[in-house]
């Protein structure tokens, strides 16, 4: 006979992790099962070694950028050697310990929903009261002529690599595309970023777009916009990428960042009563209930791949089960991109609040023109803030900013959205003196009002 659970979590990336953990702590009886690595994609193959390598390169860029630091370099091999240890050598055997030491029963299998409550996972069937999808997301690889000829990578084997190539097409012009241009220029491999839109980090402000492209042509990435990959084809030890404009770039890798898709299809969703929209994303109330006695969380959902929004809605979910409801909200989460220097935003952009038919005003701060601490962070100071408010609310509604630490000090707008706090009263913030930070209230004596709120 099957063994019943309280909960069954489906996937062990961050967001069945932070589910599972809060559950496991209330005392509920836990089943957790993860097909490949107890900690997910974000773990061993995306946020986690991608972060990791770029920090090397973005503490040398500091180290040479600051007056007076000499003869700092580069080390692959111990940069990837950490890289490994970060990601636990792709071994979760201390993940598998850990949750059956905290009385889970943890099943290595891929899984499937059979039946309202009833899961198959390999040879095992087991029913619960309530099941969690987490199942996450995949790398979509569009179809290329003559892939199979090339040799291609996605996020997997980019940020695994124990070496690394000498030339590397990326194709994709969002977060991963910038982000793997970035640590693999830095690292001295010639990259070519061909990305089919006008700019850059389509989702934010096109400043933003611009900005990032400046500063990866500063990192030596030929940035090609407005071009689209049409054929790969090996040539000698090497291939060559044909786009659609006729040129061409040789290259020994092609790497797609093309995005992600819910990892939902053939895996017996629709048995429980749970609905997918047309990108197969598992559709969810703001709780995250999927179906009766089903929720669905992180990527899987389609609602901001992001880890954070996967562990927030883990913890939306552990609590509803646990009889703590609350309603999800995704106003102003932060949104950072880890390049050289970091892109930050949170809220809305300009065009969605147009669309929203709301009056707004903004402002743009050069930070080196206006603050201290650039000059003494750095010799050649860089930074730019964006700030959007909405005028008949006076509140924030959009920030963004491109600069050092960027990822660190967006949080205070993120904030500033999420909790509505009156503009005034963030005129009114004082900043530590010398810090970034004191870019917000800067930025709002700037601010620029549209004509028709005038
Ligand atoms: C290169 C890259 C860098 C990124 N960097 C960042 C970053 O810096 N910050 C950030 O916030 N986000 C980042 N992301 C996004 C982040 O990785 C995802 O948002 C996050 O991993 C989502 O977590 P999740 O729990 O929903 O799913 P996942 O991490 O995808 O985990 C899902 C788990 O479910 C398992 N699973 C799937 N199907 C089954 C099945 N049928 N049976 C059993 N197990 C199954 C999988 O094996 C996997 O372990 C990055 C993404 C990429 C590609
Ligand atoms: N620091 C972070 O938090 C971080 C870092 C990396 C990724 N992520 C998340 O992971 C997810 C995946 O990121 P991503 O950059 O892969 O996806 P994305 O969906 O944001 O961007 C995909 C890019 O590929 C391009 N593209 C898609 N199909 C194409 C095709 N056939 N030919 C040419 N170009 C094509 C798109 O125009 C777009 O620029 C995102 O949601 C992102 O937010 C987060």
Redesign the pocket.
């Known amino acids: 006979m099957e063994e019943h659970f309280d909960v069954a979590v489906?996937?062990?990336?961050?967001?069945?992790?932070v589910a599972a953990s809060r559950l496991l702590k209330a005392g509920r009886k836990v089943a957790v099962?993860?097909?490949?690595?107890?900690?997910?994609?974000?773990?061993y193959?995306?946020?986690?070694?991608?972060?990791t390598l770029l920090r090397p390169p973005d503490a040398r860029t500091a180290a040479n950028r600051a007056a007076g630091v000499t003869g700092v370099s580069l080390d692959w091999a111990a940069a990837s050697d950490y890289r490994d240890y970060m990601i636990r050598h792709l071994d979760d055997k201390a993940q598998v310990d850990g949750y059956t030491g905290q009385g889970a029963t943890v099943i290595k299998?891929?899984?499937?929903i059979i039946g309202p409550g009833t899961l198959q996972?390999g040879d095992t069937t087991l029913t619960a009261d309530d099941i969690i999808i987490?199942?996450?997301?995949?790398?979509v690889v569009p179809e290329l002529e003559g892939a199979e000829n090339v040799t291609t990578w996605?996020?997997r084997e980019?940020?695994t690599a124990t070496e690394l190539p000498k030339r590397a097409v990326v194709i994709g012009g969002s977060?991963?595309g910038t982000?793997?241009a970035t640590f693999l220029a830095r690292f001295g491999v010639d990259v070519t970023l061909v990305h089919r839109g006008q700019a850059l980090l389509e989702r934010e402000e096109p400043r933003v777009g611009d900005l990032a492209r400046f500063h990866l042509e500063e990192a030596g990435v030929k940035v090609r916009l407005g071009a689209r990959a049409v054929r790969a084809r090996r040539e000698g030890t090497g291939s060559v990428l044909e786009l659609d404009d006729g040129t061409s770039v040789s290259t020994d890798i092609i790497i797609f960042?093309t995005g992600?898709r819910p990892?939902s299809k053939d895996?017996g969703f629709e048995t429980a009563g749970v609905t997918l929209n047309d990108r197969g994303a598992v559709h969810i109330d703001d709780h995250c209930r999927a179906g009766d006695t089903v929720w669905a969380?992180?990527?899987?959902?389609g609602v901001?791949?992001?880890?954070?929004?996967?562990?927030y809605?883990?913890r939306i979910v552990a609590d509803a089960i646990l009889g703590r409801p609350r309603p999800a909200t995704y106003e102003g989460i932060p949104r950072?991109v880890?390049g050289d220097p970091e892109i930050a935003a949170a809220g809305i952009t300009q065009a969605q609040a147009d669309e929203q038919g709301r009056s707004t005003a903004f402002a743009e701060l050069d930070l080196a023109k206006s603050l201290t601490r650039p000059w003494t962070y750095e010799q050649e100071p860089r930074g730019h803030l964006g700030l959007l408010t909405d005028t008949d609310e006076g509140i924030l509604i959009g920030a963004w900013a491109v600069s050092p630490l960027a990822g660190e000090w967006i949080h205070q707008a993120s904030l500033a959205i999420r909790a509505r706090i009156p503009i005034a009263a963030l005129h009114d913030q004082v900043a530590q003196f010398p810090s970034y930070s004191e870019a917000f209230q800067m930025a709002l004596e700037n601010l620029k009002y549209r004509k028709e709120t005038l």
């Open positions: 489906l996937g062990m990336g961050p967001g069945g992790e099962i993860e097909r490949e690595l107890i900690g997910g994609e974000c773990a193959w995306a946020c986690v070694p991608s972060k299998a891929e899984a499937r996972a987490a199942t996450g997301s995949e790398a996605t996020n980019t940020f977060a991963v982000e793997t960042a992600r990892r895996l969380i992180g990527d899987v959902t901001m791949p992001f880890t954070h929004i996967a562990k809605q883990g950072v880890f």
